[in-house]
T-cell receptor
Framework: ETGVTQSPTHLIKTRGQQVTLRCSSQ?????VSWYQQALGQGPQFIFQ???????GRGNFPPRFSGLQFPNYSSELNVNALELDDSALYLC????????????FGQGTRLTVV | GQSLEQPSEVTAVEGAIVQINCTYQ??????LSWYQQHDGGAPTFLSY????GLEETGRFSSFLSRSDSYGYLLLQELQMKDSASYFC??????????FGKGTRLHILP
């Protein structure tokens, strides 16, 4: 157990809908990163939040957005869901931006139908 | 941009030694990490190399050569529970951690 918790664990949505995924970071960690992992692939970096500010973004469209709260928990929002958004969404927290070790939550399995 | 290359699959025998290689291309480099992921589980951190050389942690060792943009993960005394996917990941100048596509390790009894 890493201390990083994500909710929900599984979710089924219809194409065109919106979804919000949540992540509670490990105590003392101020940096949260979100990843999308398709089956059989490595985690793809979506974005990172540091002290409530976005601190880097991967190659994902603007309909992927996020927030980090004062307690360093975080949300990932995806608008206008597409079938290809079906994946495991992983949240990882780090002690700080430059820290090398990321602690992952168990992920949210999103299925878009 | 950043990219990492690692073999898609490796097969080894229980009790043996296996090496998983990773080559990377990145704009700015601060270190190479390795993560293990079992089916249905989350990636878990194994090791990190910022400097050239070998880092040993129990049965697992990791090596880095920055001049060759190359690293490897060495697993010794393989156990069936080591069957998993292994990812190399780089931290670049922008502090993002970028993952490779992963190597699926199959262990035969």
């Amino acid at each position: 157990e890493t201390g990083v918790t994500q909710s929900p664990t599984h979710l089924i949505k219809t194409r065109g809908q919106q979804v919000t995924l949540r992540c509670s970071s490990q105590s003392g960690h101020n940096t949260v990163s979100w990843y999308q992992q398709a089956l059989g692939q490595g985690p793809q970096f979506i974005f990172q939040y540091y002290r409530e500010e976005e601190n880097g973004r991967g190659n994902f469209p603007p309909r992927f957005s996020g927030l980090q709260f004062p307690n360093y928990s975080s949300e990932l929002n995806v608008n206008a869901l597409e079938l290809d958004d079906s994946a495991l969404y992983l949240c990882a927290s780090s002690l700080s931006v430059g820290n090398t070790e990321a602690f992952f939550g168990q992920g949210t399995r999103l299925t878009v139908v | 941009g950043q990219s990492l290359e690692q073999p898609s699959e490796v097969t080894a025998v229980e009790g043996a030694i296996v090496q998983i290689n990773c080559t990377y291309q990145t704009s700015g480099f601060y270190g190479l990490s390795w993560y293990q992921q079992h089916d249905g589980g989350a990636p878990t951190f194994l090791s990190y190399n910022a400097l050239d050389g070998l880092e040993e942690t129990g049965r697992f060792s990791s090596f880095l050569s920055r001049s060759d943009s190359y690293g490897y993960l060495l697993l010794q005394e393989l156990q069936m529970k080591d069957s998993a996917s292994y990812f190399c990941a780089v931290r670049g100048r922008d502090d993002k951690i970028i993952f490779g596509k992963g190597t699926r390790l199959h262990i035969l009894p």
